[in-house]
């Protein structure tokens, strides 16, 4: 398959390119090699995108629900067809195996725009009666909406976004991470074969400064950022000065509490889920395993076990289970905190080096022994490095759980029900689970707490952060004033 893009962005309707623009190259990460090159927007593209977004507003709203829903649905359906070559494109993208990718992105999106394209129809306000007088309300699209992209799960995250804010009868421009820009560009060519009018759903390169640039434009109304903490920041201070409504979702740093009454082999499951799963590239990753002392050695002894199952290789290869880290920069990010947590004291227990193969693979590492104070059980890795720590009670797993500034997900594992929903209600965080982990359902609200965010994706939550009330008082007569 040939990486290369038609033209580097896709504004109102069609694919564009101004030469002008500053050179991103795309690295494939299972080999280091360029396979595609796009340009960054420039000024006159992002005028472009914008003004197309917002000329394209009122008729897009004008439309039915049922009219805009139709559309999605007839995008979900296509991706759905094309699933192989999207999951071909993503994995070249990002370097997560095709395996994955053929379960996990355009299927993902795909669900995004049939279920947000089944919802469009049935948006509607309220009415109230006031005595003699009543009020209604009217449930309106904010206006142009940004969406700014993390490069871990491109399609993904370009219909999470894009699914509610177009069902809602806004438009977007949406800027994808400058790691992987490829696989945007795609949702954007499927919508417009699926009927979607030009300019209501447009792809602008670039890197953080495209992004500032479009957060600033005082014709935006909404800013939906998937990205870490300190961008977070950022793109929350300018959306606030032009006071405009903000989605974050950001990175986390979140537990998973495994008690001595788990089924361990599903423990086990769950952990590598919460792990090592898109190698460990996954903001909602269970990173601090907190296991009971009673299981915790036959945990570990049969997590290293399980962990010679991964299968690391060509990702293309569908036997490959395993794939490299999205960039040599995170790459080297990663191998930082596994000298940390070598150096700060932790126990390696499997892995803990670069792969000796081409592309940036990371071995699946596991620390035992880690205390709360590390940097490896602080700070957010964005791979594949589980930590494990020891616990008595629940009441210290849940405290040392909640003892972090993020707040994006939670998981327990346990056979007793009430501990379950026990613990589940005390997390401090948006998305937990029980004897799960990382499943995200397009029907599960998906968002995060503290640090991690603001807003939620998914579900009929969604809409909440797409569109707005207006309420219209209707007087019955007679006037009354007061002279
Ligand atoms: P990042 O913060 O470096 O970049 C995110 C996006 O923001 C990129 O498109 C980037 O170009 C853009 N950007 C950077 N500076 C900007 C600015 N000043 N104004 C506007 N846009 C700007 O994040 P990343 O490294 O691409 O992704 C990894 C991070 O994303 C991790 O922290 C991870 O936890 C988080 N993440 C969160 C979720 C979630 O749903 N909560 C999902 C995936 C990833």
Not at 174 to 202: D, Q
Request: charged share 20%; aromatic share 8%.
């Amino acid at each position: 398959m040939d990486a290369q893009p038609t033209a580097s962005h896709h504004i109102a309707g069609g694919y564009a390119d101004d030469p002008e623009g500053a050179e991103i190259a795309c690295i494939y990460p299972a080999s280091g090699e360029e396979i595609a090159k796009v340009r960054g927007a420039t000024p006159a593209l992002i005028e472009q995108s914008l003004a197309a977004a917002d000329a394209a507003r009122a008729e897009w709203a004008g439309l039915s629900g049922t009219e805009r829903g139709r559309i999605l649905k007839r995008a979900a359906e296509a991706m759905r067809d094309r699933n192989r070559e999207l999951s071909t494109l993503e994995t070249l993208d990002t370097g997560k195996p095709l395996q994955e990718t053929l379960v996990a992105d355009a299927t993902s999106g795909a669900d995004a725009l049939e279920y947000f394209g089944g919802l469009a129809g049935s948006l509607a306000g309220t009415t109230h009666q006031v005595g003699r007088d009543w009020v209604y309300t009217r449930r309106e699209p904010l206006g142009v909406c940004v969406g700014i992209g993390a490069w871990n799960y491109p399609t993904q995250i370009a219909c999470w976004k894009a699914a509610p804010a177009l069902a809602c009868g806004n438009t977007m421009v949406f800027k994808p991470s400058e790691v992987t820009p490829l696989c945007a560009l795609k949702v954007a060519e499927i919508l417009t074969e699926a009927g979607l009018p030009a300019g209501v759903f447009n792809v602008v390169q670039g890197r953080g400064d495209v992004g500032a640039a479009l957060v600033r434009d005082p014709r935006v109304a909404k800013v939906s950022l998937t990205g870490s903490v300190p961008t977070g920041a950022k793109v929350y201070a300018a959306a606030a000065e032009g006071i405009k409504s903000v989605t974050m979702e950001l990175g986390g740093k979140s537990p998973l509490l495994i008690f001595d009454d788990a089924d361990l082999e599903d423990a086990v499951s769950g952990a590598i889920m919460a792990n090592f799963y898109a190698s460990g590239q996954v903001c909602s990753n269970g990173t601090r395993v907190f296991v009971q002392d009673g299981i915790r050695d036959a945990f570990v002894a049969r997590l290293a076990e399980r962990l010679k199952g991964a299968v690391m290789g060509d990702p293309m290869d569908e036997a490959t289970n395993f794939g490299p880290l999205v960039s040599a920069a995170q790459m080297e990010k990663v191998l930082g905190f596994i000298d940390s947590g070598r150096a700060e004291g932790a126990t390696l227990v499997t892995g803990g080096r670069r792969a000796e193969r081409p592309g940036f693979f990371v071995e699946p590492t596991v620390f035992a022994d880690v205390t709360d104070d590390m940097t490896i059980a602080r700070e957010e890795i964005f791979g594949p490095v589980a930590s494990i720590l020891s616990f008595a009670d629940e009441a210290e797993a849940v405290a040392r759980a909640n003892a972090t500034p993020y707040g994006l997900s939670a998981g327990v594992f346990t056979r007793d029900l009430a501990r379950a929903h026990r613990v589940a209600a005390a997390f401090e965080a948006g998305s937990c689970f029980i004897n799960a982990y990382n499943l995200t359902p397009v029907e599960a609200p998906f968002g995060g707490t503290k640090l991690s965010g603001v807003g939620r994706e998914n579900s009929a939550a969604a809409i909440e952060h797409y569109s707005q009330l207006k309420s219209v008082y209707v007087g019955m007569g007679p006037v009354e004033a007061a002279y």
